[in-house]
């Protein structure tokens, strides 16, 4: 239902553009991503909700822009400036009618993700 792409390696510095496609879902409200690195809890990363409001995580804010294009059925992350510390698996997740767009690492669906590692 949901699949990413656009993951890979990058110097520190450098920018990465995830992409999601979703696939077979309906009234989607609510659509995020989160990430995780080995031993480290899920991180929220941003949201964006059916209007197209947006939130993002403290340690992303002037540097990842999530957008969407509802006629391909895609979600984007555009990632600029990476750091080291975003190293991690980046999932894509998407909530339907009755779930809250708050965090995207609550929402009901999720890929399988996609790994973006950033080298110092």
């Known amino acids: 239902q949901l699949m990413e792409s656009g993951g890979g390696s990058v110097q520190a510095g450098g920018s990465l553009r995830l992409s999601c496609a979703t696939y077979?879902?309906?009234?989607?409200?609510?659509m995020g991503w989160y990430r995780q690195s080995p031993g480290k809890d899920r991180e929220g990363v941003a949201t964006?909700?059916?209007?197209?409001?947006?939130t993002y995580a403290d340690s992303v804010k002037g540097r990842f822009a999530i957008s969407k294009d509802n006629a391909k059925n895609t979600l984007y992350l555009q990632m600029n400036s990476l750091k080291p510390e975003d190293t991690a698996m980046y999932y894509c997740?998407?909530?339907?009618?009755?779930?809250?767009?708050?965090?995207?690492?609550?929402?009901?669906?999720r890929g399988q993700g996609t790994q973006v590692t950033v080298s110092s």
């Open positions: 077979m879902l309906t009234d989607i409200r609510c």
């Open positions: 964006i909700d059916r209007d197209g409001s947006t």
């Open positions: 997740a998407a909530g339907v009618r009755g779930d809250p767009c708050i965090a995207a690492t609550d929402l009901r669906y």
